[in-house]
């Protein structure tokens, strides 16, 4: 059985007991979540498919913790000028494991 939810903005395949790393959340870690969106839901042969959402479906979360990823480059240059300039940004993250799917 999974679903496909939107979580903070994107939409994420989840199956049940799957750990994934989503935008930051503002609730706090140990702590457990409801996400109302949910856009699809499939087990085995029977697939329900939402316009946008499916009523009444839901999928339930656990709040790992809070991290910072890993490190993003962006590098811009322009050729023949002399032109280069480096940026770098670390993306704050939340890790969550899928509880249940209804």
């Known amino acids: ?4 939810v939107e979580i903070a903005g994107q ?21 457990d979540i409801t996400f ?3 856009m699809l839901k ?3 042969d029977n ?4 316009a946008p959402k499916i009523a009444g479906a839901s999928v339930e979360a656990h709040i790992i913790k809070h991290i910072k990823g890993d490190k993003v480059l962006v590098f811009h240059k ?5 032109y280069q300039k480096m940026n770098g940004s670390r993306p704050y993250l939340t890790q969550i494991q899928i509880k249940d799917i209804k």
């Open 1 to 4: 059985m999974y679903a496909i």
């Open 11 to 31: 939409q994420f395949k989840v199956q049940k007991d799957q750990k994934i790393f989503v935008n930051r959340l503002h609730q706090d870690e140990n702590t």
């Open 36 to 38: 109302d969106t949910v």
């Open 42 to 44: 499939a087990d085995g």
């Open 47 to 50: 697939i329900e498919i939402g």
């Open 78 to 82: 322009k050729r023949r000028t002399g």
